[in-house]
């Protein structure tokens, strides 16, 4: 048989009885003949002492500004507490494991603290217990620089180990565990009639991360796609059949996973503002777009939602930004107007590419719901439409049905 990644996150690990769930589902799949490395998060969340945000109110009381290197040594210990856990606990079911770190399983990283790209895997270490018989368990969301400092990954960083991981060992396949059962049409907490979507291809599932799904990470799914590995999500609390990620089908035999909707889900950001720069000041010496994007690109400020006019600069940022925008464009001599309150909610579909009038359908939803629309976006994969926040529930909600995304 072959090599299973499975990952596992804070909400699959936070008390005993679901530790025992994960040690199970480990066990079950060793016994189905493959072998297996586990990848685990932090165990449970805030306020739980060993979550990544827990370990972080160790130090929230100190009046300096805390230093990134160190806060990655500190964030790094949850998830190493976590691996620890997990094999000791699968040796005690008489299954042979070894923890490792995110350093000790040769994931090589970017200096860059709380926010570290992985360059590499070098995956020696894993494959010599592998080969011993040993299940593997990494502590993910972190690895180690060329010269040895501990970085973290940033948000979803275990679901990037994993794919990571995935792809250096060549696996059949990786597994995302989580809370939810698998990737749905549009977050259930806002849309009832959501329902889980089995099959989806890579750059669909992308776009959806990147439009706010928050199941897995666009990054994890990047990496998976490039080593051509697929990725199955599934809920570690029931028996559900999730959703497989993978290649839509084409002529290079890849993994056949085909779109057969036009949109297969709706996703929404919340929390945004947006942002008028205007662009002819009349005697007045205006900032360009040039100065302006560049301003707020060096101020770590990102942008979104931009429409641009010789008048008029229009574009969105989260609504945290807002003073660090105001003290850029205040430095460039701009005038600008910032307003909060916004919310981007979108359709996203690799079966849009090319077919006239979903924009029209979308505008004709959102116009018979009462929906305002103060921008839109587009690619070949999504349309994106910016609302006030408090229609931001009726917006998705009328786009579902639209289009069909019903149980």
Do not use: W
Not at 119 to 138: C, F, K, S
Not at 229 to 235: A, D, G, L, Q, S
Not at 252 to 266: F, H, M, P, Q
């Amino acid at each position: 048989m072959g090599l299973i990644v499975q990952k596992f996150g804070g909400s699959s690990l936070a008390d005993p009885e679901d530790r025992e769930r994960v040690i199970q589902r480990i066990c079950s799949t060793r016994a189905q003949g493959h072998d297996v490395v586990v990848v685990v998060s932090a165990i449970g969340r805030y306020p739980q002492a060993y979550s990544t945000d827990g370990l972080l109110q160790l130090i929230a009381d100190c009046t300096q500004e805390q230093d990134p290197r160190e806060c990655d040594l500190l964030m790094s210990c949850g998830e190493i507490i976590s691996a620890v856990v997990i094999a000791h606990l699968l040796r005690r079911e008489g299954c042979s494991a070894v923890a490792l770190t995110g350093a000790q399983a040769g994931i090589i990283t970017t200096p860059d603290h709380r926010d570290a790209h992985i360059i590499r895997v070098e995956a020696d270490r894993i494959r010599t217990h592998l080969g011993r018989g040993e299940t593997v368990v990494v502590a993910g969301f972190q690895g180690v620089t060329e010269t040895g400092e501990i970085t973290t990954l940033g948000r979803g960083g275990s679901d990037t180990t994993a794919a990571a991981l995935g792809c250096a060992l060549s696996a059949d396949r990786v597994e995302i565990y989580t809370d939810v059962d698998g990737i749905m049409t549009a977050d259930p907490r806002i849309v009832p009639t959501a329902s889980t979507v089995r099959c989806l291809s890579y750059r669909d599932v992308c776009e959806m991360a990147q439009m706010g799904a928050k199941v897995i990470h666009p990054r994890a799914v990047e990496i998976a796609m490039e080593g051509r590995v697929p990725i199955h999500i599934r809920n570690t609390f029931t028996d559900e059949e999730g959703t497989l990620v993978g290649t839509v089908s084409g002529p290079d035999g890849a993994v056949e996973i085909r779109a057969d909707r036009l949109v297969t889900s709706i996703a929404h950001i919340p929390g945004l503002a947006q942002v008028r720069v205007e662009m002819n000041c009349g005697t007045k010496q205006c900032p360009s777009a040039r100065d302006v994007f560049r301003s707020l690109a060096d101020s770590c400020v990102s942008i979104d939602l931009i429409n641009l006019s010789p008048g008029q600069a229009l574009f969105t940022i989260k609504e945290s930004d807002g003073a660090t925008a105001s003290r850029v464009l205040n430095s460039l001599g701009a005038s600008f107007t910032i307003e909060k309150g916004f919310a981007k909610v979108s359709a996203v579909g690799a079966g849009m590419r090319g077919v006239p009038g979903v924009m029209a359908t979308i505008v004709e939803a959102l116009s018979d719901a009462g929906v305002r629309i103060y921008q839109t976006a587009d690619s070949h994969q999504s349309i994106s439409c910016l609302v006030r926040v408090e229609d931001m529930e009726v917006a998705a909600k009328a786009l579902h049905d639209r289009f069909g995304l019903a149980r």
